[in-house]
């Protein structure tokens, strides 16, 4: 049996998207009501179904109910094959208590967790987690677990779509419709190995990756055959690939990066206990290259490995790749003593669409990129983008029998379905639609930018990043409601292209009316944030 395509609705909720669709804001289509009643039928032949649905009903939580609706329904869709097979071994073959109890610390089992925030450096804080609990012997008879599960799944679908609508802090970009990938999610997709040798595994998406990384390849002028790359986990990932590939080239190179760059270029450091020299940075975030030089000078006996910020992740500033090189060259280092990871987790696919932007290509003498997949690409799931020159990557790859593939990836499973997110939005989009929306970014970030300074608030916009820094507000509470970014006295917003006017207008005007509240008795001023952002922006008492 399989459900009409009509009755689908096409969020990309997927199985509670069935249910949900009688009343959901985000589907284009209408939930057949005739189909949902043939199916309310079916389900209540089943006298176990009968005894759940009736004590939902009384419950009167109707997102319940249809949440275990869309539950039932899939399992008799999906269940089907299992009763068909039956057990495959014995059951008496297995350990008769094969999970121990849960103790706590005063030793009784712990049964309801409170829901208390508490955040304590250097302590797990399990209070608000929902706790995994062994089903009741007569669970399948009953349905209790599937309606309890049905419901804490709903509820938390609710608080995902509130918070994505109060989110402003982060580089994701929330917009985006998946629906017609929802029938994949029955597949155990997994690219581990090589995105270009195929291993024995089939359950894979190479074909979806390849396509891909040839899109970033043209897009940073690198021919087909001249490149290697893959579809990473995450930016952090990609960091780690890049910079790895550097060490391999050059064993005793040093790490330079600047001081802004993201923890995972330091991190990599650590791992790979590389020799790291941190440069200091302008007022704009971006790498200072006069200091830079000055601690290339000091260490011309030894090959530099370089960190480049394609966006930093606090300010949005851009390292000048062309000015980094010239300094290389400058102080004595050819091309065969240095190689350039660029850091393009959030603004590489951004930069190539700002007119006055440096360009980030494979023409001139760096040795890889990487990007966030799930930044302003807009994927669902954490991934990235690793493009790296083909003759690097020999020297880091190696066989391996089991998986009749190459291992050059920092990963060994690899999630099989971001390349499809990725190869899906990239045809719908195409280079034009990023481009709009780049631009609608960059008009958006400097709106906010001129009314957080009408409304008398320091901030500042570097000029090819739409993160706007301001002075970081008072109250945690809004903080976390907005779910900022802070640093210090700072706070950034990242406009994507998910952020419109009007969630700006709503921000900016709860901003001003809280901030009214927190210095109005005049004990308190606003930080002075010069040192931050630079005198010209900031509006404190002294700077006004
Ligand atoms: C500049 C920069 N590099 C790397 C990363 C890490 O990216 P990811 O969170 O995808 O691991 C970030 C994340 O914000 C970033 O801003």
């Known amino acids: 049996m399989g459900i009409p395509h009509a009755c689908w609705c096409r969020c990309n909720q997927a199985k509670a998207a069935v249910a949900l669709a009688v009343s959901c804001s985000f589907c284009n289509l209408a939930f057949s009501l005739s189909c949902l009643i043939e199916r309310v039928h079916r389900l209540l032949v089943h006298q176990s179904n009968q005894r759940t649905l009736i004590s939902i009903l009384r419950s009167k939580d109707q997102l319940f109910l249809a949440s275990y609706m869309a539950e ?51 302590k797990n804080v399990h209070a608000s987690c929902f706790s995994v609990t062994e089903p009741e012997a007569d669970d399948e008879f009953t349905g209790d677990k599937e309606a309890y599960m049905a419901g804490v799944l709903a509820r938390y679908r609710k608080t995902l779509m509130e918070r994505t609508k109060h989110h402003l802090g982060y580089p994701y970009n929330l917009d985006f419709d998946y629906g017609a990938l929802a029938q994949l999610q029955h597949f155990s997709i997994n690219n581990l190995g090589d995105p270009f040798i195929e291993s024995n595994y089939g359950v894979h998406s190479r074909q979806f990756e390849v396509g891909v990384l040839d899109w970033f390849a043209r897009l940073w002028e690198l021919e087909n055959n001249e490149y290697w790359g893959y579809i990473t986990n995450c930016g952090t ?11 391999e080239v050059f064993p005793d190179g040093i790490l330079y990066a600047s001081r802004e760059s993201h923890y995972s270029v330091f991190k990599a450091a650590r791992m790979y206990r590389m020799e790291c020299v941190k440069v200091d940075c302008l007022i704009s975030g971006e790498i200072d290259c006069a200091g830079f030089k000055a601690k290339l000078l000091q260490n011309k006996d030894k090959p530099a490995i370089i960190n480049v910020n394609i966006g930093t992740t606090v300010k949005g500033a851009v390292d000048d790749l062309d000015l980094v090189i010239q300094t290389l060259e400058e102080s004595g280092f050819t091309q065969d003593r240095f190689y350039i990871h660029c850091d393009g987790a959030l603004f590489g696919l951004m930069m190539p669409f700002v007119k006055k932007a440096p360009k980030v290509s494979f023409k001139k003498p760096i ?39 190459r291992d050059a990836t920092i990963m060994g499973s690899r999630n099989g379905h971001a390349p499809i997110f990725l190869w899906y939005t990239l045809n719908r989009k195409g280079y034009k639609g990023f481009q709009k929306e780049v631009q609608k970014c960059l008009r958006n970030a400097h709106y906010l930018k001129d009314r957080l300074l009408d409304a008398g608030i320091s901030a500042m916009l570097n000029e090819l990043s739409s993160t706007v820094v301001f002075e970081r507000p008072q109250d945690e509470e809004f903080v976390r409601r907005w779910q900022l970014a802070c640093q210090g006295n700072i706070a950034h917003v990242v406009v994507m292209p998910n952020v419109t006017i009007d969630k700006l207008d709503d921000f900016l005007n709860e901003l001003i009316d809280n901030r009214s509240t927190w210095y109005e008795d005049g ?22």
Not at 377 to 401: A, D, F, K, W, Y
């Open 72 to 122: 039932a329904m899939m399992k008799q869709v999906n269940g089907g094959l299992a009763e068909k097979f039956g057990p495959v071994f014995d059951p008496t073959a297995v350990v008769a208590e094969p999970v121990p109890p849960v103790v706590t610390e005063n030793g009784h089992e712990l049964k309801h967790k409170t829901a208390e925030k508490e955040i304590v450096l250097g």
């Open 523 to 544: 004990k308190r001023q606003p930080p002075c944030i010069a040192a931050d952002i630079g005198s010209e922006n900031c509006v404190c008492a002294a700077h006004k």
């Open 237 to 247: 990932e990609g960091n780690l690939h890049g910079i790895l590939v550097g060490r």
């Open 367 to 405: 040795g890889s990129v990487s990007v966030s997949g799930h930044k302003f690409v807009g994927c669902p799931m954490p991934c990235g983008v690793q493009i790296t020159r083909m003759e690097h990557i020999n020297v880091l790859s190696s066989n391996v029998e089991y998986l009749a593939s």
